[in-house]
């Protein structure tokens, strides 16, 4: 089964570093999400991409986030500085965006800031 | 805007039992309407959809929803529960069309716990 992939799946990190998670979709969806998950706030939409352009971004807070996407096969979310409040699971997702088909997650990385 | 209501925290049945997950919505146009499950420590996985046609959809596992218009809900069921159903469950719209560009992520509910009780 295709699937998406995030890497990597655990990261612990200081505060203040720098954290990069990475995402491959899967081959051909033209689609990309990037969602947070915690038990506060459930599942929020960070940001997505289309065809690699980047539609919304509303839901990242500028100042330390950023999400891009070098190529069709790697999807990129940072967040720099990171703070304790960025602890969280961060899942990927791809799809055909105009399409009506569900969306595939990945597995999630699992990001606690100490 | 588009928006979806999961009025239960959390759901308790008996192995065996009939379960139902509760999921209303709201869209402007169209609703692309989706169930998902995660299991612990896994991430999302899709279980069914209904986009149009036949307001009952069966999905993975057992399990079916039902579309009605009228009172704007995507209910999620299964005849009889199985323990292994034990999960968080996220119903999901995003509103129906061919959009080339604009909004067209999936909103999600805050997710139901279900725990099935041997």
């Known amino acids: 089964d295709a699937r998406v992939t995030q890497t990597p799946r655990h990261k612990v990190t200081e505060m203040g570093q720098e954290v990069t998670m990475r995402c491959q979709p899967i081959?051909?969806?033209?689609?990309v999400f990037w969602y947070r998950q915690t038990m506060m706030q459930g599942l929020e939409l960070l940001a997505y991409f289309r065809n690699r352009a980047p539609l919304d971004d509303s839901g990242m807070p500028k100042d330390r986030f950023s999400a891009e996407m070098p190529d069709a096969t790697l999807a990129t979310l940072k967040i720099q500085p990171s703070e304790p409040r960025d602890s969280a699971v961060y899942f990927c997702?791809?799809?055909?965006?105009?399409?009506?088909?569900?969306?595939?997650f990945g597995s999630g990385t699992r990001l606690t800031v100490v | 805007a588009q928006s979806v209501a999961q009025p239960e925290d959390q759901v308790n049945v008996a192995e065996g039992n009939p379960l139902t997950v509760k999921c209303t919505y709201s869209?402007?146009?169209?609703?692309?309407l989706f169930w998902y499950v995660q299991y612990p420590n896994r991430g999302l996985q899709f279980l069914l959809k209904y986009i149009t046609g036949d307001n009952l959809v069966k999905g993975s596992y057992g399990f079916e929803a039902e579309f009605n218009k009228s009172q704007t809900s995507f209910h999620l069921k299964k005849p009889s529960a199985l323990v292994s159903d034990s999960a968080l469950y996220f119903c999901?719209?995003?509103?129906?069309?061919?959009?080339?560009?604009?909004?067209?992520?999936?909103?999600f509910g805050t997710g139901t716990r279900l725990t099935v009780i041997p």
């Open positions: 999901a719209v995003r509103e129906g069309g061919n959009h080339q560009t604009g909004a067209n992520n999936l909103f």
């Open positions: 997702a791809s799809g055909q965006g105009t399409g009506p088909a569900g969306y595939t």
């Open positions: 869209v402007s146009g169209n609703p692309y």
């Open positions: 081959l051909g969806h033209n689609t």
